[in-house]
């Protein structure tokens, strides 16, 4: 998720943990742990494009990093604060919760998640939150500002905002996991009507929303991708085929950042040419604007042939081509109206 939302959660989860004795310490510490894991942007100095990929949500995400890190910053904490009335274990406590919701929460999106670094490379994606989203984060930074606010020495300390922007995020991932298994089973039976065999299918949620889903249906030869909302009245779901090509790879698979890509993927990619390079795209991060344009190219490219061309790779397709009338479009969109 966004680094906002890791220091509201933080902070709110500081608060419940150590509001009462700590006060604002505790939020303070509680926002730092949270924001801790992502240290791995520091990589991006020395690593190429392509190793960022799997530095980013690499170890820092482990559950390793967390059973080493918690005890470290506790020792270290409790030193600090040694005349608070909060022991080492209730710090180790509090630090092992904060980096291990962090944990948790960045898996719930489609980036993919290191858990289990450096024993196994596998990426845990659940596919179930975009990187930001609003009905997330504002609930959780309006409680850790009346925590801010109200902790001061005079005043009584109470977690009823904490408990209700997490009984709001409880209710809004629940609603947002009841929404994907609608929409893939709606994407099964188009599937199926259709006669295609699918090998693999995913969704995960557009922009900022839980009620637009971005599809992609991996098929022997290419995919289909295509979007649909819960709101959509017609049961077939629009999907375009696209050709993976992976051919074309030929000439330069034996090449580190092509091996990087390939496994950040999960396979789910494809190569297109273009005039002076060989474009590998990664699927997963939907297509710019391609709830209103069927053809639209995807958010994630890498240039094969310009390397140096690959800067902000997640980040510069995501939100390309927006504006105020694309806006317009894409709130119709979600409202299950196509134009």
């Not at 109470?158 to 609603?175: K, Q």
């Not at 259709?194 to 693999?200: A, E, G, K, T, V």
């Not at 997963?284 to 069927?294: D, E, L, N, S």
Request: net charge positive; glycine share 8%.
């Amino acid at each position: 998720m966004d680094s906002l939302t890791h220091i509201a959660l933080g902070a709110c989860v500081g608060g419940l943990l150590g509001g009462k004795l700590l006060r604002r310490k505790a939020l303070f510490w509680g926002a730092a742990a949270q924001s801790l894991p992502d240290i791995d942007f520091l990589a991006g100095v020395w690593c190429t494009p392509a190793e960022d990929l799997l530095a980013h949500r690499g170890f820092t995400h482990s559950f390793l990093f967390v059973v080493l890190l918690a005890p470290l910053l506790a020792l270290g904490v409790s030193r600090l604060h040694s005349a608070e009335r909060f022991s080492f274990v209730r710090w180790m406590i509090f630090f092992f919760v904060e980096l291990l919701l962090h944990l948790l929460l960045d898996a719930l999106n489609v980036y993919g998640t290191g858990w289990w670094e450096p024993f196994s490379h596998h990426r845990v994606s659940g596919n179930l939150l975009f990187v930001a989203d609003p009905v997330i984060t504002l609930p959780l930074l309006a409680a850790a500002g009346w925590l801010f606010f109200s902790l001061q020495r005079d005043r009584p300390f109470s977690i009823r905002p904490v408990v209700v922007a997490f009984l709001v995020c409880f209710t809004y991932l629940s609603l947002g996991l009841f929404s994907k298994m609608r929409v893939e089973r709606a994407l099964q039976e188009h599937c199926k009507k259709s006669n295609l065999q699918p090998l693999r299918y995913f969704t995960t949620p557009a922009p900022f929303t839980s009620l637009l889903w971005y599809c992609v249906v991996d098929v022997e030869s290419g995919f289909y991708v295509g979007y649909r909302s819960v709101l959509d009245r017609g049961a077939d779901v629009l999907l375009t085929y696209v050709p993976k090509q992976d051919s074309l790879l030929a000439g330069v698979h034996h090449r580190e950042d092509v091996q990087h890509l390939i496994r950040f993927s999960k396979g789910y990619y494809v190569v297109q040419s273009r005039s002076d390079s060989l474009v590998f795209s990664d699927l997963r991060f939907g297509q710019q604007m391609g709830w209103a344009f069927t053809q639209a190219p995807f958010s994630f490219y890498y240039f094969l042939q310009h390397p140096g061309q690959n800067d902000f790779l997640i980040q510069r397709g995501r939100l390309a081509g927006w504006n105020r009338h694309s806006f317009k479009n894409y709130v119709a969109r979600i409202l299950g109206k196509a134009e």
